[in-house]
T-cell receptor
Framework: QKEVEQNSGPLSVPEGAIASLNCTYS??????FFWYRQYSGKSPELIMS????GDKEDGRFTAQLNKASQYVSLLIRDSQPSDSATYLC??????????FGTGTRLQVFP | DAGVIQSPRHEVTEMGQEVTLRCKPI?????LFWYRQTMMRGLELLIY????????DSGMPEDRFSAKMPNASFSTLKIQPSEPRDSAVYFC??????????????FGPGTRLTVL
């Protein structure tokens, strides 16, 4: 079992819809959770971090964490073609390093 | 404020040659991470440093790979000898400590390595 698992996609949604990206992790001791966005040919950039159970909203983005079920999700409201990218889930097990999933490719079509 | 700087951006070399990748972290950051990204394996942590000291090199694939951080503003990742399976994008990232754990990691633009 991989430490951090994501569906590779692609996830295709129409412009204006809600995109829902999911991630599960194996280590119950994980403390911090991150979503990175990576455009094709570019480097990953952080878009959201979440540390406590529940929802965290930032603009059109909402991160959801459920430690009991060991999953973290990212919702993108009013999806735009510019949101088309690969979204990487990363988990910190209270050490200094992040464990990344392989990413979900999101395609937003006009 | 300059972000993480990596050089070269692209490197094409022949099997058996030595390859050196360079990274300059963000000023003031005390953590530096080297990652490798491939389609098959995703983003893998190779090694990371804290205050110029290597902390965890368990991700380094084999003895052909080595990394150094002689000072707070410079790190190298060396592959000797290089092999075609080393072809990947190599990212350097830096971060600073916050609340006892590392804060956001900022990635450099990456070095795309092709070994023929």
């Amino acid at each position: 079992q991989k430490e951090v698992e994501q569906n590779s996609g692609p996830l295709s949604v129409p412009e204006g819809a809600i995109a829902s990206l999911n991630c599960t992790y194996s280590d119950r001791g994980s403390q911090s959770f991150f979503w990175y966005r990576q455009y094709s040919g570019k480097s990953p950039e952080l878009i959201m971090s979440i540390y406590s159970n529940g929802d965290k909203e930032d603009g059109r983005f909402t991160a959801q964490l459920n430690k009991a079920s060991q999953y973290v999700s990212l919702l993108i409201r009013d999806s735009q073609p510019s949101d088309s990218a690969t979204y990487l889930c990363a988990v910190n097990k209270n050490t200094d390093k992040l464990i990344f999933g392989t990413g979900t490719r999101l395609q937003v079509f006009p | 404020d300059a972000g993480v700087i990596q050089s070269p951006r692209h490197e094409v070399t022949e099997m058996g040659q030595e390859v050196t990748l360079r990274c300059k972290p963000i000023s003031g950051h005390d953590y530096l991470f080297w990652y490798r990204q491939t389609m098959m394996r995703g983003l893998e942590l190779l090694i990371y440093f804290n205050n110029n000291v290597p902390i965890d090199d368990s991700g380094m694939p084999e003895d052909r790979f080595s990394a150094k951080m002689p000072n707070a503003s410079f790190s190298t990742l060396k592959i000797q000898p290089s092999e075609p399976r080393d072809s990947a994008v190599y990212f350097c990232a830096s971060s600073t400590t916050s609340g006892g754990t590392t804060d956001t990691q900022y990635f450099g633009p990456g070095t795309r390595l092709t070994v023929l």
